[in-house]
Structure formats: C-alpha cells, structure tokens
C-alpha cells in the first residue's frame, strides 16, 4: 500500500525550468553523466528534483535510454523490472483522485523507491556504451557492401500495398537477416553492432528520402504486444512485427522478457528515439531466436536499500521554507480524507514519527547525506 511520506512536497508547475530553477534539459544531461561516471550521492539529488519538478514522462526516457545505451548489455533481464515498475506507477496514478493528483504522486513513497530501486541499480552495475558509426556517405554501394550479409532481396510492401524504397527495403532486409540466422549470447556484441548499424542505416536512408518522397505507411500486425501500439506507419513496428512472427514458432524463449522490451521500445515513443533505443530492437532480434530459457531473476543488495532509505532526505532539501510542515500536512490530511477537528490528533502523530532523528546504523553509511545541504549544490 502506498504512503505519503513525511517530508512534503508542495507542487508547484514546471515547464522548461525545474523546481529549483534550472533548465531540465541541462538536469537529464548532468544526471546521465554522473550516473555513468557512479557518481551516487549527486545522481540520487538530481532524481529528487526531476520527480519534484514533475517531469515523470522525461524521467522514463532516460531511464530506458540508460539500460538500452549503457546497462541492457549487463543485465537483460532488469528490462522486465523496469517494465513492471512503469506499470506500478501507472497504477498508482489511477488510483490517485484529481483534486489531489499533482502533490500525491510527488510525495509518494511507492513511486520515490521505484526511482532509487531503477538509479540505484544503474549506478551498482557495469556499463558498456555501443559506439556504431555510419560512413558519411553510408547511401553509396562502395560503403554499403562492405556491411552487407545479403546479396539479393526483395522489396517490402505495406499493408495498402504501398512499396518502401529500394534502399530501405535492403536495409531492412538487412537486419532480417539476423533475425533468421543469429541468436541471443552476451558474447555476441559485434553482431548487436552490426545489427545497430544498419538500424542506424535505414534511419539515415529514410532522413534522405524524405526530402524527396513523403510517402506514410502503414504495417498491421495480429500480435497483442503491438496492437495498441499507435506507431504502425513506421518500418520499425515491421521489424517488430517480424520479430514476434519468429517468436511465435519459439517454444523455449521466455516471452515475458521480450514483452517487457517491446513495452520499453515503445513506451513515450517517437521516431527520433529509434537511435538511442536502437540495442533494444537488436537484442530483441536476436532473443526472439534464442534455443535457450533466460531466467529471470533480480537480488537486491545492500545499496540499493539504503539508498531507498536515505532518499527522503534528499527530498527535504529542495523546499526549505518555513511552513513546510504546515503544507505537507495539509496534504496529507486531504489525501487521507482526514476531518479538520482530528488535525491536531494526526499533527502530534506526524511530529513523533518525522525522520530527523537520525537512525544510528546509518551514520557510516556512504555517501553520508548532509542534511544541511541545499539542492543547488549538487548542480553545476
């Protein structure tokens, strides 16, 4: 069950400018190195003021842009938490009346330790980057054919019948490729390179043909992981299409793992994602003919708890006004639908259990939490 935790979030509306006053797109970048640099403490204050500010749909993308460019490589299988935790959030946003949707989901405990849960195991887990680059002149026969498994091909209609392009139909037979002649092994990583480069490929072949042809398409599919999906005019919902078409005729893949990839891909998508999502799309080509069962499985270590732990503190310190209290009271008594004469009651209950009392086997934890320092502190 969900609780409201007892250092209060008052909410306030950000657009390009986060809680603290800075621009958001500075945070998600800043907070993407520290992530990759392990940078614990800094990371964990920027995930409080991200949440603070409201920015749950850019909080997703980096989440999936960070375990698709960096951590998809160490642990697959975390694809399926992370799925399951969208899920969680999800519902608790349905849950949640209108009248007090905005502050409730900011103070939410559930949703805090779902973010540290994510970060937390981002920064506890090795990182490997991908670097595919494409030739400046990837579209010329000279550079494509160095990079080519397929010497003929046909071209690819869509479901009116409309033909793609020469050049992206070979590139998307290109990647097919894999799909029927690769499967899944962590040592694999230069035929997931392969695969992303000529992702990377039918990406830049299509950026170039538009300019000429503006020609829209559309694929339909009868698998239910893509039937809700709202991108069928884009030849990527095709790869996946086929993917699932593989994974049909696949008794010993563990369907759930690609479920939860394919809701990742998907999830807050736009076509200008497809580069920084791109690993997901060719590990799932490759898992999609795996003979093996992945199991999955997730232990939860030490740093992952405290983390969770500690977070609130970092919560605290983004609004330091005096009637703090006053105000989280206030919306904890409306969320809880508590009456204005039992107040007083509830505000002794709320005084005796407040966290600034230090709990004493957190004192050697690192990092230690300066609960004097100010959120801006922590942003450069």
């Known amino acids: 069950m969900d609780v ?3 250092y209060g979030i008052t909410f306030k509306k950000c ?20 992530i990759i640099e392990k940078n614990n403490e800094t990371s964990m204050a920027l ?25 998809i490589f160490h642990n697959i299988t975390f694809a399926y938490f992370i799925d399951k935790y969208f899920y969680k959030i999800h519902d608790i946003k349905k849950t949640i009346p209108k009248s007090q949707h905005n502050n409730a989901l900011i103070n939410s405990n ?4 779902i973010y540290c849960t994510i970060f937390s195991n981002f920064l506890h887990s090795q990182s490997k980057q991908i670097n595919t680059k494409l030739e400046t002149k990837c579209h010329l026969p000279e550079f494509y054919l160095q990079h080519s498994n397929v010497n ?12 793609l392009s020469p050049l992206l139909s070979k590139g998307i037979r290109e990647i097919l490729f894999f799909l029927d002649n690769y499967n899944f092994e962590k040592k694999n990583i230069n035929v997931i390179e ?24 559309s694929f339909l599919s009868k698998y239910k992981s893509l039937k809700n999906i709202k991108h069928n005019n884009l030849w990527e919902f095709f790869i996946w299409h086929k993917i699932w078409q593989k994974n049909e005729k696949n008794n ?70 005096e009637n703090n209290d006053e105000n989280y ?30 709990m004493n086997f957190l004192k050697n934890y690192n990092p230690s939490i300066n609960k004097n320092k100010n959120i801006l502190e922590y942003i450069k």
């Open 4 to 6: 409201l935790i007892n």
């Open 15 to 34: 657009n390009k400018q986060s809680y603290s006053g800075y621009n958001h797109k500075t945070l998600l970048s800043y907070l993407s190195k520290n």
């Open 47 to 71: 995930v409080a003021e991200l949440h603070c500010s409201s920015y749950y749909k850019d909080i997703d993308n980096i989440i999936i842009q960070l375990f698709s460019q960096y951590f």
């Open 110 to 113: 559930e949703i805090r330790n």
């Open 152 to 163: 003929t091909y046909h071209n690819i209609f869509d479901n009116n019948n409309n033909q």
């Open 194 to 217: 392969k695969i992303i480069y000529w992702i990377f490929w039918c990406y830049k072949i299509e950026s170039l043909e538009k300019k000429i042809n503006k020609q829209k398409y």
């Open 252 to 321: 010993f893949l563990n369907k759930s793992l690609l479920k939860s990839l394919n809701n990742l891909f998907f999830h807050n998508y736009s076509h200008s994602k497809l580069k920084e999502r791109a690993p997901i799309l060719a590990i799932s080509i490759l898992l999609s003919n795996s003979n093996s069962h992945i199991h999955i499985s997730r232990n939860i270590n030490k740093n992952e708890i405290f983390t969770c732990i500690n977070s609130n503190k970092f919560y605290k310190n983004i609004q330091l006004e």
């Open 329 to 358: 009271l206030q919306i904890y008594n409306n969320y809880h639908n508590i009456n204005q004469k039992d107040s007083e009651l509830n505000k002794k209950i709320y005084k005796k259990n407040k966290m600034d009392i230090k």
